[in-house]
């Protein structure tokens, strides 16, 4: 029975940590025609006022810490299990290190960008709108990094899981 709930939550882990992975890897993908085509005035209308990333906080941000809880969890679970435990402990430890980063790169970012109001471009547009956006990539790589750490700990053979 404990092998079956240790799977169960692997499947759970590893889903959630993907919906956690997956809008984080879109701002990725959407960031060279937003850094390197799009004007200034199309990326704060696009990315500032008219709400193109609203869903990326709604359900993002659950799913981010959902991805911290479960990872910690499944690494707890299978603690005997080396080294599967010592993948899942780091792939928790950086989907943690992802969330910080937003924190730290992004959240002081976004403060500044619910300031800004239509009209002139303001003049600090170029740092607030980078440092958002590699923000995102760092917790991006981050996210990626935790998520292959989780898929190592998933494929490691265990023996009692293996009994199934």
Request: hydrophobic share 60%; aromatic share 10%.
């Amino acid at each position: 029975m404990r092998a079956a709930l240790q799977r169960g939550i692997l499947l759970v882990t590893l889903v959630v940590a993907a919906l956690s992975l997956g809008p984080s890897f879109a701002h990725v993908l959407e960031a060279p025609p937003r850094l390197t085509t799009w004007s200034p005035e199309l990326w704060r209308e696009a990315t500032v006022f008219n709400g193109q990333f609203t869903l990326f906080a709604t359900i993002g941000a659950p799913m981010d810490v959902a991805a911290i809880l479960l990872t910690g969890f499944f690494a707890w679970l299978i603690r005997r299990e080396r080294p599967a435990a010592r993948f899942a402990t780091a792939s928790a430890v950086l989907f943690a290190a992802a969330l910080a980063t937003w924190a730290v790169m992004v959240a002081p970012a976004n403060a500044v960008l619910a300031t800004w109001r239509p009209g002139p471009i303001p003049a600090d547009f170029t740092a607030i709108r980078d440092r958002w956006e590699t923000g995102h990539m760092a917790v991006t790589a981050l996210k990626l990094a935790g998520f292959i750490l989780l898929a190592f700990a998933a494929v490691i053979p265990d023996r009692r899981l293996s009994r199934l």
